[in-house]
Structure formats: structure tokens, C-alpha cells
């Protein structure tokens, strides 16, 4: 045998060699190559469960793409300030941020719609404002509104839900509306605006910095979300009287957001397995969140002895009232807002009134079996 043949035969074991390894390895599902690493930060503090449920999506990633893509996961505050993730985002401070797109609207007002919006919106629960979502367009109109109308390199998908949300905490009872008005609170998006014409002082902060602007009694009253969060940042200890429900939130979906030249870098496959994740954790999450909630609201009552009051009906009509009006001025000056303020009026004129005539109230069984305390 010639040495020239003897090297071939060589350098053709070698390659066998190290290629068996590495086809096991595929063949196992093991990664081969160098895992993407994508750095998301959250606008939420690390305590909330909405931080939580960024955190179990990261874990989800991982297992599903076998290692092929990593979330380094961080709360607010660790790169940038929770408001200002979005930007980051664009200019890939970070690559992402699991956040709410309702805290863009100082860019475009439309952004609001893009969370469920006030009201519903028109009368929409959080399976009717999905189904338009999903297949109504407004995932196509959600990513053109970052695309061309804020001309952003972003890409967004709906990923929480911790709605319905509290009307919030006061110091002192609220009976009417006129005992609603003058009340500094904090409120954020436009939950702020639509207060504010209702006659409500707001003030527009990040939800970790609620308990210190309470405990300087900078604020009167304040809303994050309700329930399980608001015991968590310890509400209960400033205030004592949690007023629900309300309409500022009632439906509302949360956002992950990632910078589009990051999304570009994930492959196909786990591009699809990302959102297979995402939409996992929408529904996993949010049926977590509805017990924690549920326990959270007997523990504030029976341990912390919290007054849990009925919002006076007058409170939320005059929430969608003034809604309205300011949904009405915006779309005359908006073109983007009208549009999709428009399609998701039309959306709802089929989905309500068929939902009203084929789904019981809640109220009907729940009051049959767990008559309301009077409190």
C-alpha cells in the first residue's frame, strides 16, 4: 500500500470518526452547534408573577430547542428603565423585553389596541380579542404598526394575560363618582388619560415604584393590577380598602418583544417553536395566575382584613363614556388608531352579540352556588 493511500485512509477514519459522534448526537436531538443566547429583559419587578411567567418561558425555550436558544431572563431596572424597553429593543441595547405594548402610546396611541384596549374592547373577553388576533389580522396589523407606523426593528407576539384587572387601593371609601374625582392615583397608558377626564389626578410611574411614592404620600390611591400582585408589593400595609372590578383593563394581553435582526438569527424550526412556546405559556400562565389571584383575594380579606368593595356601577359607566369620547377624538386625528379602533368594532359586532346568546353568564351558576357577600 502506498503512503499516499495509507494518509486517504487515514484522514477518511479521522472524518468517520468524528462524524459518527456528531450524527448520534443529531440523531439524539442533542445541539452540535454554539447555542444562541438572546438577552430579554422584562418591565416588571422580579417579585410579580408576571416576571414569573417570563422566566418559565425562557426554561421553555430551552427545553424545547434542546439548548439550540437561551433567554437570559432580567427584571426591570437591570439594562434599562421599565419604560424604556421598547427602544432598547430597536437598537439592540437588548434583544428583547416581555413587557406591554399599552406603555407606548406617548409614540402612538394605537399601541393600546394592541394589548385589548379599554372596554373589552366593546364588550370583547380575552378569547374574543385573541380569536381576532389570530385570525382576524390583527397579528398582521400588530407587526406593520411597529414595522411602518413606528418604524421600529422589532417583532411582537402576545405572551401574558393578568386581566382583569382591580379598579385599586384607596385610603378612603370611594361610594360615587364624585368621591372618585380629585383623588391622585397612579395610573399608567391610557388608563391615565380616561381617568384623568373622569377627574382623577394620576400620576404615571413604574409598578416598583408605587409602594415608596405611598409610603412618602405622594399618591392617594394607586392600581398595578390586583390580586396576587398587589399583595406581593404589600398594598395591603398603606391601604385598606381594594375596589374591583374595572374596565381599564379588564382585557388585556402582555407582549414579548425582540429585536428583529436577533428573531433573524433564530432558525425556522425554532422561530416556530418559540411561538408554540409563547402561546403555551399565554394560556399555561394566565390559568395560574386566575388561582393565585383567587387565593391571593381570600388572603387579603381573611388575614389582612382588606374592605374587598364592589366599584360603584357609575364608576365604569363613566370609564366608557369617557372612553369613547377620547377614542372618538383620537381616531379623527389618527389615521392608524382609527383603523384598527374600526376593525376591531367590526371584529366585536359578530363576537359579542353571538357570545351574549350562546354562553350563559357567569352569574348564573356562580350565583346559584356562591351567592356574593354583601361586604
Known amino acids: 500500500m502506498t503512503k499516499s493511500v495509507t494518509r486517504t485512509l487515514a484522514v477518511a477514519a479521522l472524518a468517520g470518526a468524528v462524524a459518527a459522534p456528531l450524527g448520534a448526537a443529531y440523531a439524539q436531538g442533542t445541539p452540535a452547534a454554539q447555542p444562541i443566547t438572546l438577552r430579554i429583559q422584562s418591565s416588571w419587578p422580579a417579585s410579580t408573577t408576571l416576571h414569573e411567567n417570563?422566566?418559565?418561558?425562557?426554561?421553555?425555550?430551552?427545553?424545547?430547542?434542546?439548548?439550540?436558544?437561551?433567554?437570559?431572563?432580567?427584571?426591570?431596572?437591570?439594562?434599562?428603565p421599565a419604560f424604556e424597553t421598547l427602544?432598547?429593543?430597536?437598537?439592540?441595547?437588548?434583544?428583547?423585553?416581555?413587557?406591554?405594548?399599552?406603555?407606548?402610546?406617548?409614540?402612538?396611541?394605537?399601541?393600546?389596541?394592541?394589548?385589548?384596549?379599554?372596554?373589552?374592547?366593546?364588550?370583547?373577553?380575552?378569547?374574543?380579542?385573541?380569536?381576532?388576533?389570530?385570525?382576524?389580522?390583527?397579528?398582521?396589523?400588530?407587526h406593520k404598526f411597529y414595522r411602518e407606523t413606528l418604524r421600529l426593528n422589532v417583532i411582537a407576539f402576545p405572551v401574558v394575560s393578568t386581566s382583569p384587572q382591580a379598579l385599586g387601593w384607596f385610603k378612603n371609601e370611594i361610594k360615587s363618582l364624585a368621591d372618585f374625582r380629585g383623588q391622585k392615583c397612579r395610573q399608567t397608558s391610557m388608563a391615565a388619560e380616561i381617568y384623568n377626564e373622569m377627574g382623577m389626578r394620576t400620576v404615571n410611574m413604574p409598578g416598583g415604584e408605587i409602594m415608596p411614592a405611598a409610603e412618602r404620600g405622594t399618591i392617594d390611591c394607586a392600581e398595578f393590577v390586583g390580586g396576587i400582585e398587589d399583595l406581593r408589593f404589600g398594598f395591603h400595609t398603606i391601604w385598606k380598602n381594594h375596589?374591583?372590578?374595572?374596565?381599564?383593563?379588564?382585557?388585556?394581553?402582555?407582549?414579548?418583544?425582540?429585536?428583529l435582526d436577533a428573531w433573524n438569527s433564530i432558525s425556522k424550526t425554532d422561530q416556530e417553536i418559540f411561538k408554540a412556546a409563547m402561546t403555551e405559556r399565554l394560556f399555561v400562565?394566565?390559568?395560574?395566575?386566575?388561582?393565585?389571584?383567587?387565593?391571593?383575594?381570600?388572603?387579603?380579606?381573611?388575614?389582612?382584613?382588606?374592605?374587598l368593595l364592589t366599584t360603584p356601577p357609575e364608576i365604569n359607566k363613566a370609564f366608557m363614556e369617557a372612553w369613547d369620547r377620547i377614542a372618538a377624538r383620537e381616531s379623527e386625528r389618527n389615521p392608524v388608531f382609527k383603523e384598527v379602533y374600526e376593525d376591531l368594532r367590526k371584529w366585536a359586532s359578530v363576537s359579542v352579540p353571538a357570545k351574549r346568546?350562546?354562553?350563559?353568564?357567569?352569574?348564573?351558576?356562580?350565583?346559584?352556588?356562591?351567592p356574593q357577600r354583601t361586604q
Not at 374596565?247 to 429585536?259: A, D, V
Not at 394566565?286 to 389582612?304: M, S
Open 54 to 80: 417570563f422566566v418559565e418561558l425562557a426554561n421553555r425555550i430551552d427545553v424545547l430547542t434542546n439548548g439550540r436558544v437561551k433567554v437570559q431572563h432580567m427584571a426591570a431596572g437591570q439594562v434599562v
Open 87 to 142: 427602544d432598547a429593543t430597536h437598537k439592540r441595547v437588548i434583544d428583547g423585553s416581555h413587557t406591554w405594548a399599552g406603555y407606548w402610546v406617548g409614540k402612538n396611541k394605537a399601541a393600546i389596541l394592541f394589548t385589548g384596549g379599554p372596554a373589552g374592547p366593546f364588550g370583547m373577553d380575552h378569547m374574543d380579542y385573541l380569536s381576532w388576533m389570530w385570525h382576524g389580522g390583527g397579528l398582521e396589523r400588530y
Open 243 to 259: 375596589y374591583a372590578p374595572a374596565l381599564h383593563e379588564n382585557t388585556s394581553i402582555g407582549e414579548l418583544l425582540i429585536n
Open 285 to 307: 400562565g394566565w390559568a395560574k395566575w386566575q388561582r393565585q389571584n383567587a387565593e391571593a383575594v381570600v388572603e387579603l380579606r381573611e388575614k389582612h382584613k382588606v374592605n
Open 357 to 370: 346568546f350562546c354562553y350563559p353568564p357567569y352569574s348564573l351558576a356562580a350565583d346559584h352556588y356562591w
